[in-house]
């Protein structure tokens, strides 16, 4: 699986930016599946893309090329969660989509990835 983030610089409350980034895409990909990608646009809006073409999630549960995509809002509705499951490769990541940024979590089920899970590794701050 290839997970691909892109992070901007982030703007306090005031508009002025900060010495910290957050994430604003996402690419998920496997040898199996459909790529999906979804992206924080400036102006707030969220895309989602399936094989790099533009769709419209509006069930609850949409399903791809050897992934499943599952949307649900927050009680305040200013949290979009997407799950996003990749069904032949025991792996999941949940994806919260709020006004400012993307939460990624990735999750790993089973045996399968023990030892050979590549990472980025950050220096000593």
């Known amino acids: 699986m290839v997970v691909q983030v892109r992070a901007v610089q ?13 994430f604003s895409a996402l690419a998920l990909k496997t040898e ?9 646009s400036s102006d707030g809006a969220t895309d989602i893309l399936v094989n790099s073409e533009i769709v419209e ?3 609850a549960t949409s399903n791809f090329n050897g992934v499943k995509l599952e949307r649900s809002v927050g ?3 200013s949290v979009v969660n997407f799950l996003i499951v990749f069904e032949n490769e025991d792996l999941s990541v949940s994806v919260d989509v709020s006004a400012d940024l993307l939460n990624v979590l990735v ?6 990835y023990k030892g050979i899970t590549i990472h980025l590794e950050l220096a000593d701050i």
């Not at 199996?32 to 924080?40: G, L, N, R, V």
């Not at 999750?107 to 399968?112: A, L």
């Open 57 to 59: 999630i509006v069930d």
């Open 75 to 77: 009680d305040d509705e």
């Open 10 to 22: 982030t703007r306090d409350t005031a508009g002025i930016l900060q010495n910290a980034t957050v």
């Open 107 to 112: 999750m790993i089920s089973g045996e399968r």
């Open 32 to 40: 199996t599946s459909d790529k999906i990608e979804i992206y924080k």
